[in-house]
């Protein structure tokens, strides 16, 4: 089979306009960026017509290197709900160029269920992360510039700075820097470093707000450090939100793109899922709402990540709620978590699905919670047996839900047809009874154990002392309302990556917890997370070209 690029670069893409056209938008309308890319104004954004179209939310098990497909299904999915005749948008995050140029690769689908064009979208697109990296570099520079200004009447503790920098690129070497070296004229001396722009509150930011005056309200609530009094800062104080705002005014409106079978997609913004909340723009998801009767959207990384804060967090703050729910598994997936090591994954091993089958249960389990519908998409692969399909079917029956296989990566559209009758079939034969899993006005401690115990898992939440200090400074500066947005490895329920599967009687442990006073959420950190992602023995930025014709080599 073609590679992920070779199918992309041969297909025949349609104008922006005729995408535009066929969900009743007009070429004056757009802001184009070229012959396939666009900008929507967000007056296309009808209240109305959002709360009668059917949204889809694919999530997945537990992430494992074998590779799980959200993406690829989610846009195969679209692509079979319109070969069924029904109008359909797919709205999706933006690729960060660390993973492009990293080890996991871009995030435009694969094989026959992709968005193009792949190589657009993957690399600068139309500027959003730039945008978001400008307006964080700028409150940065303030920030700075308010601690060598000796007239300054705000008096800035430099050592409770929070704020640091941002690029996107994967870059260890940037994790922790000092700054301000060289003398006087150079700044003040201090201990700093860089996150990866995608892990950026403006990024989160960007995501909630759905008008640029609530994305300046959100940028002036930043936190950013204390005075020596221990007196709170924010971007407000540094006179920082108009200008961050100007920066950000085009990457606020969502961007026009199309699939591989000519279908209207949608794709902005890009927040990481396991320090945020891992999911595309509030404004993206309305739009499409607004344009279309079906909406199909992903969460970031597994169910409990991913989909845990679009279902507690983004579907309050944007009044919307999921009509059907679908989990992707993988028969590789689950060998992995059944205990199969990477290189035996090809291998027929049915009692190995069944193994790591507990990891698929336990997510179904949690998406009973919220009382919406559930639908498992089994992304094939070549390698997979009848058999094993047979042990997840049987898994799934015994649940009282349908597993389906899904064949997109191979087919498009036409490989989704049985997962989009199976999604049209629990959306029109049952009802949605969507409950978040807390209440926003309980207490951060009361929350978090909610989390730990009913998604993860967990028989027991320990809080470090820097935790508990944390939480008294939450309670004192007035968040205690704010949603938990947790940051957990990706890779397991626990706060451990190496315990795959289904991990029982586990204790998770809160180190500390951030505040994200923009975003407005509060950020409980547990194990190691990396905000700075590092690049590979091998990055794949190895294999990138472009020749003198412009064609580009090497993306996947």
Same mark, same amino acid.
């Given at each position: =089979?073609?590679?992920?690029?070779?199918?992309?670069?041969?297909?025949?893409?349609?104008?922006?306009?005729?995408?535009?056209?066929?969900?009743?938008?007009?070429?004056?309308?757009?802001?184009? *960026?070229?012959? *396939?890319?666009?900008?929507?104004?967000?007056?296309?954004?009808?209240?109305?017509?959002?709360?009668? +179209?059917?949204?889809?939310?694919?999530?997945?098990?537990?992430?494992?290197?074998?590779?799980?497909?959200?993406?690829?299904?989610? %846009?195969?999915?679209?692509?079979?709900?319109? *070969?069924?005749?029904?109008?359909?948008?797919?709205?999706?995050?933006?690729?960060?160029?660390?993973?492009?140029?990293? $080890?996991?690769?871009g995030a435009t689908g694969g094989g026959y269920a992709q968005v193009v064009p792949m190589e657009d979208i993957n690399l600068h697109f139309t500027g959003d992360i730039a945008a978001v990296e400008k307006a964080h570099n700028l409150l940065a520079a303030l920030i700075d510039n308010n601690l060598q200004n000796?007239?300054?009447?705000? %008096?800035? &503790?430099?050592?409770?700075?929070?704020?640091?920098? $941002? =690029?996107?690129?994967?870059?260890?070497?940037?994790?922790?820097?000092?700054?301000?070296? /060289?003398?006087?004229?150079?700044?003040?001396?201090?201990?700093?470093?860089? &996150?990866?722009?995608?892990?950026?509150?403006?990024?989160?930011?960007?995501?909630?707000?759905?008008?640029?005056?609530?994305?300046?309200?959100?940028?002036?609530?930043?936190?950013?450090?204390?005075?020596?009094?221990?007196?709170?800062?924010?971007?407000?104080?540094?006179?920082?939100?108009?200008?961050?705002?100007?920066?950000?005014?085009?990457?606020?409106?969502?961007?026009?793109? #199309?699939?591989?079978?000519?279908?209207?997609?949608?794709?902005?913004?890009?927040?990481?899922?396991?320090?945020?909340?891992?999911?595309?723009?509030?404004?993206?998801?309305?739009?499409?709402?607004?344009?279309?009767?079906? $909406?199909?959207?992903?969460? /970031?990384?597994?169910?409990?990540?991913?989909?845990?804060?679009?279902?507690?967090?983004?579907?309050?703050?944007?009044?919307?709620?999921?009509?059907?729910?679908?989990?992707?598994?993988?028969?590789?997936? @689950?060998?992995?978590?059944? /205990?199969?090591?990477?290189?035996?994954?090809?291998?027929?091993?049915?009692?190995?699905?069944?193994?790591?089958?507990?990891? @698929?249960?336990?997510?179904?389990?949690?998406?009973?919670?919220?009382?919406?519908?559930? $639908?498992?998409?089994?992304? +094939?692969?070549?390698?997979?047996?009848?058999?094993? *399909?047979?042990?997840?079917? #049987?898994?799934?029956?015994?649940?009282?839900?349908?597993?389906?296989?899904?064949?997109?990566? +191979?087919?498009?559209?036409?490989?989704?047809?049985?997962?989009?009758?199976?999604?049209?079939?629990?959306?029109?034969?049952?009802?949605?009874?969507?409950?978040?899993?807390?209440?926003?006005?309980?207490?951060?401690?009361?929350?978090?154990?909610?989390?730990?115990?009913?998604?993860?898992?967990?028989?027991?939440?320990?809080?470090?002392?820097?935790?508990?200090?944390?939480?008294?400074?939450?309670?004192?500066? /007035?968040?205690?309302?704010?949603?938990?947005?947790?940051?957990? !490895?990706?890779?397991?329920?626990?706060?451990?990556?190496?315990?795959?599967?289904?991990? !029982?009687?586990?204790?998770?442990?809160?180190?500390?917890?951030?505040?994200?006073?923009?975003?407005?959420?509060?950020?409980?950190?547990?194990?190691?997370?990396?905000?700075?992602?590092?690049?590979?023995?091998?990055?794949?930025?190895?294999?990138? &070209?472009?020749?003198?014709?412009?064609?580009?080599?090497?993306?996947?």
């Amino acid at each position: =089979m073609q590679t992920d690029i070779e199918i992309a670069q041969k297909a025949t893409l349609q104008r922006i306009e005729k995408i535009a056209e066929k969900i009743g938008i007009s070429a004056d309308t757009l802001e184009h *960026y070229g012959k *396939y890319k666009a900008k929507l104004p967000l007056n296309l954004i009808d209240e109305n017509k959002v709360k009668r +179209a059917q949204l889809i939310l694919v999530s997945a098990i537990s992430p494992t290197p074998a590779g799980e497909g959200k993406t690829t299904t989610s %846009i195969g999915l679209s692509e079979a709900l319109n *070969y069924l005749n029904k109008k359909c948008i797919v709205a999706l995050r933006e690729p960060s160029l660390g993973p492009v140029f990293g $080890v996991k690769g871009g995030a435009t689908g694969g094989g026959y269920a992709q968005v193009v064009p792949m190589e657009d979208i993957n690399l600068h697109f139309t500027g959003d992360i730039a945008a978001v990296e400008k307006a964080h570099n700028l409150l940065a520079a303030l920030i700075d510039n308010n601690l060598q200004n000796k007239s300054s009447s705000l %008096i800035l &503790d430099p050592r409770t700075i929070l704020w640091k920098r $941002v =690029m996107d690129m994967n870059d260890r070497a940037l994790r922790k820097i000092i700054l301000g070296l /060289g003398g006087t004229a150079h700044g003040i001396p201090r201990e700093s470093g860089f &996150d990866i722009a995608v892990a950026s509150e403006v990024m989160a930011i960007l995501c909630l707000s759905q008008s640029i005056t609530e994305l300046k309200e959100r940028f002036a609530n930043i936190l950013i450090a204390f005075t020596k009094d221990n007196k709170p800062v924010y971007a407000r104080d540094l006179k920082a939100q108009g200008a961050m705002a100007v920066l950000m005014k085009d990457a606020l409106r969502p961007n026009l793109v #199309q699939t591989l079978e000519g279908n209207p997609a949608i794709i902005h913004g890009g927040p990481f899922a396991n320090i945020a909340q891992g999911t595309n723009s509030i404004l993206a998801t309305q739009m499409a709402m607004s344009l279309s009767d079906y $909406v199909v959207t992903e969460a /970031g990384f597994g169910f409990d990540l991913g989909a845990e804060k679009f279902l507690n967090i983004k579907c309050p703050l944007a009044g919307i709620s999921p009509r059907v729910i679908v989990i992707v598994a993988t028969v590789r997936a @689950l060998k992995y978590h059944g /205990g199969v090591s990477l290189n035996e994954l090809k291998k027929p091993n049915p009692e190995a699905v069944l193994k790591g089958s507990v990891n @698929l249960q336990k997510h179904l389990e949690n998406a009973h919670q919220y009382g919406v519908p559930t $639908v498992v998409a089994i992304n +094939a692969f070549p390698t997979d047996i009848p058999e094993e *399909y047979a042990v997840i079917q #049987q898994v799934c029956d015994a649940m009282g839900i349908k597993a389906v296989i899904s064949r997109v990566y +191979a087919e498009g559209g036409k490989g989704g047809i049985d997962l989009a009758q199976e999604v049209l079939q629990a959306i029109n034969q049952n009802d949605s009874n969507f409950r978040p899993l807390y209440d926003w006005k309980d207490t951060v401690e009361n929350k978090i154990l909610k989390i730990c115990s009913q998604i993860y898992g967990a028989k027991k939440v320990n809080f470090t002392s820097q935790a508990e200090k944390d939480m008294k400074l939450i309670q004192r500066l /007035g968040y205690e309302h704010f949603p938990i947005c947790m940051a957990k !490895t990706q890779y397991s329920f626990s706060d451990d990556p190496q315990k795959l599967g289904r991990p !029982t009687d586990f204790e998770i442990t809160v180190r500390e917890i951030a505040i994200a006073s923009g975003a407005q959420f509060i950020i409980p950190i547990t194990g190691e997370i990396m905000r700075m992602p590092g690049l590979p023995n091998q990055p794949a930025a190895e294999n990138i &070209d472009i020749d003198d014709n412009g064609f580009i080599t090497g993306l996947f």
